[in-house]
């Protein structure tokens, strides 16, 4: 598991575009049969990865974690964006198609990954923060999520947002987590752009084709930076920055949230007309 601390929003000012691209942007993900997870001191989160082709993969608990099992004081968000697959908790599987979220409480100890075809494997996101409290395992599927339309294609960013894990869907302690998906012609996701000190956020961007990429914008408001973002690359968002993009085609991103509250509206809005 790799270890990363995250610069203050003074300190990345002076950051070149490779440190902020290693500071901030996940590019490992998904790798075949590979278990990939990335510890963050934001809100103390874990980004990770299962891509299982002919064998199942266990999530297990690195030694940085200091416990005997991955949820033993975590919960976990699970997010397929691949083939068809199932996740196995504590002897239940629970059959994943393509957009579907597993949420996996506190207190799971047996976890495994596996994928329907090898040819064409799941693909499962991971998304954890800490836990002080157990809710029971439960998925949803893309077909069960309540779809939210959001912008206008004049400004061009019609969307359609689907909300998983939060207060008035699938019960946590702390984690929020959804996905967006921008309609054809849209580019502009979560502008205006806003900030939450009361919350880490991370942005996973998917369904990109290979030759385009998400201009992921970044930092306080007054002192903007930006990534350049390909398919199935993460981004770690601070408290203390703005997270919104803009991409040279069609793309869908999750976002995954964990801090003090669950309140999907809790937002320190950013005009556009103030940005630096």
Sequence with gaps: MQIRFSPNQNDYQKLCTDGLRANFLVETLFAPDKLELVYTDADRAIVGSVVPTAAALKLTADAELRAAYFCERRELGVLNIGGSGAVEVDGKKYEMNKLDCLYVGRGSKEIS?????????????????????????????????????????????????????????????????????????????????????????????????????????????????????????????PSWSIHSGCGTGAYTFCWGMGGENQAFDDMDPAPTAQLR
């Design 113 to 237: 990954f596996s994928s329907k075809d090898a040819a064409n494997p799941a693909a499962y996101y991971l998304l954890s923060y800490p836990a002080h409290a157990a809710y029971p395992t439960t998925l949803v599927t893309v077909k069960d999520a309540a779809p939210t339309e959001l912008g206008t294609l004049a400004d061009a960013n019609r969307r359609t947002i689907y909300k998983y894990i939060h207060m008035g869907g699938i019960k946590s302690c702390q984690l929020v987590m959804g996905f967006t998906k921008m309609q054809e012609g849209a580019v502009w996701n979560t502008m205006p752009p806003h900030t939450h000190t009361r919350r880490s956020e991370v942005y996973i961007y998917f369904d990109l084709h290979p030759k385009q990429r998400v201009m992921h914008f970044m930092g306080t408001p007054q002192q903007t930076r930006h990534l350049v973002v390909a398919d199935r690359q993460a981004v770690i968002s």
